[in-house]
């Protein structure tokens, strides 16, 4: 990982000052690097011999993490979200032309490590979880404000926008130990299930956590008008007044100060933070279900209790 992370800021490097700038900011607010280490770890796991020449884990493990940074810089931008991580967001420092600028630098410099890996296999399985990010952002847009939209489109929305990297970053870990496809798919589920698991968690917080465990502001979701599956759970379990409440703040996006209190107690009330956790549960089982194929190891359970700590965020 320390590998890695010499990487990234090394490719963040360029003659126009605001990109490493703009890199330094976001290497400064930390994160968990997760995906770049499922990379890591899945290419262990199939047991990927590294030499300091030959380094293929570390790149597309930076890869990851630049297509994640990237959408997140976007993503930022288009939530006119002020916090990421706990800090300032980069586009509340330097201004959204700029973050969506450096965003596309990331998404650029991404596909400069795909190239240099030199597999057209790793490159249409990144690429093709970077268009699915999109899609997803695009539908998540859709969705918005619209308390009709069914559970399996919700899910959808996920499985687009956070599932699908946690897949490709899991899959390419095998295409570089050059596994069989049985290991490749093993990990692919392994990690679909693991995103999914994570996003429900993380949707179930914007409800129920302390800002500073959060790293963003509580309530966001419901302020951009966001269907998660809390909202959808809390509206469907809902008296009529409790219905009337959510049309106005969701779908008419008319708010007041003492509406995140409200929509908190109604959230509580109906067990819309258990509903969600519980379905999180069923994804993080079949993720760890989809490890079974592997010898019993330290990396293994390693990887299992990553899939645990996912869902244990929200206790």
Known sequence: MQACNRAIIARMESPVPLIPQLGAHLVAAGGKRLRPLLTLAASRLCGYQSTPENQRHVGLAACVEFIHTATLLHDDVVDESNLRRGLASANAVFGNKASVLVGDFLFARSFQLMTADGSLKVMAILSDASATIAEGEVLQMVTQNDLST??????????????????????????????????????????????????????????????????????????????????????????????????????????????????????????????????????????????????????????????????????
Not at 155 to 183: M, N, Q, S, Y
């Open 150 to 315: 069914p559970v399996e489109r919700y899910l959808e929305v996920i499985h687009g926008k956070t599932a699908a990297l946690f897949a490709a970053a899991c899959r390419v870990g095998a295409v570089v130990a050059d596994r069989p496809e049985v290991e490749e798919v093993a990990l692919d589920r392994f990690g679909t299930n693991l995103g999914m698991a994570f996003q429900l968690v993380d949707d179930a917080l914007d409800y129920a956590a302390d800002q500073q465990v959060l790293g963003k502001t509580v309530g966001d979701d419901m302020r951009e008008g966001k269907i998660t599956l809390p909202v959808l759970a809390a509206y469907e379990a809902g008296s009529p007044e409790d219905r009337a409440f959510w049309e106005r703040v969701i779908e008419k996006g008319e708010q007041t100060e003492a509406d995140l209190p409200h929509a908190l107690a109604l959230i509580e009330k109906t067990g819309a933070i258990a509903t969600t956790i519980a379905r999180a549960q069923v994804y993080a089982a079949e993720a760890v279900e989809a490890l079974s194929i592997f010898p019993d190891s330290e990396l293994r359970r390693l990887m299992t209790e990553t899939v645990q700590y996912t869902v244990d965020r929200a206790r």
